[in-house]
């Protein structure tokens, strides 16, 4: 009955919308497709499912191929020059560099147990990603900006189509979490694809908001409004840190209202007045789930107290990072749960019944929120603090949590600066 569910899935998914951007044909349409039987040959393409690609050598030869990863200061010197001439080059390098970074995920997808693999939901995943290896690799190189512009819209799409990503990962696996033996498989997974996907995003929205500074992506709005002069690309030349922890700050409060009825104020303090360049999208993910932990665990600790105590965000910035402590006093984290909160919450030796009063330890405040495309209501699944530590990671930073159990819990976290003193990460 699985394998007849599973056909089924990779039935559905079919890549009846890919279409030629240019009238060259390819690599992929000249084989014969094996599990098929298929004539490649025919360009249309209507009717190929996705599936067809699953043994497809390309994806082999892309996955044996490192990634490419760009220091942001790159990124912000290849910058702007007056013949436009710059969206070419993002292109042609986007255009060598996704299908790589696709095809390591489609490996990661392989390399998933049979059984989990095989859950309907992350199979609908891997075949997205399957689909959009197979557009990208289509798309005829890039030499002139005709070209430039259909791969731009190419992006667009498949940034919109995959922008449910992480939603429905979390719940593929919530389906699966019966048949994932080996935890630390399933996490290495989900922190790979997760940063990965981060990266492919913030690439991708680099090369759009490159081509059209007005049309800033995720991280137009919450951030305030975008005047052009301050950005390149995604990469915000002069980030007013308080500014963007003060909208996020000022959104936890409206959602704790709207699901409590009260929040607790939140005071800012430490080097308020830093400004540098640096990305705003990864903090887009990140503050919105500390300081609504924070704001949460205050209201409930406190429900019998009139006035509740506040949230005290501190920031630091120095030649190396800089760093942002969430304070909260609501008690602190329970140390059974200490160990935990790290964890993927899919399963967990049973501790995540829906029903059960320990589901949702940390989390299920902003199902509403969905603030960023792409961030969905994981935090309700408890994806959101791990999330967070693997993107912070991932651009060279960390993220720790400290409890004072009775009194409250400090979140330290701590990201490289784009042109600090030590190297830069990557993206
Ligand atoms: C994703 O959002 O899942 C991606 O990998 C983005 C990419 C297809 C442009």
Known sequence: LKMVSVRKQAARVRVGQVKHLSGETNQINQTRDPTTNANQNDTSHSTKPVSSF??????????????????????LYAGKSPDRSHLLRSAQYLHKELPVRIAHRIAGFRGLPFIVGCNPTILQVHEMYIRAFQLLIEHPRITDFHMERNYTELLKKLLDDHRDVVTMLADGFRECRKHIQNEQLVRQFLD?????????????????????????STGSHHGGRRSNSNYVGI?????????????????????????????PAINLNGHSGATFPYIEQPLHYILPEILKNAMRATVEKNADASTLPPVTVTIASNDVDFIIRVSDRGGGIPHQFVERIFDYHFTTAGVQEENDDNYDVFGAMVEMSNPSPGSGPMHGFGFGLPTSRAYAEYLGGSLKVEAMQGIGTDVYLRLRHIEGKHESFRI
């Open 54 to 75: 699953y043994h497809h050598s390309a994806v082999d030869i892309a996955a044996s191929k490192p990634s490419m990863r760009l220091t942001p200061a790159t990124m």
């Open 192 to 216: 790979r694809t997760l940063t990965s996907r981060l990266g492919l995003r913030m690439l991708a929205e680099h090369h759009l908001a490159l081509h059209d500074d007005k049309a800033s």
């Open 235 to 263: 990469i915000c030349v002069n980030l007013q840190l308080k500014k963007v922890i003060e909208n996020w700050a000022d959104f936890a409060t409206k959602v704790c209202e709207h699901r409590y009825g009260r929040a």
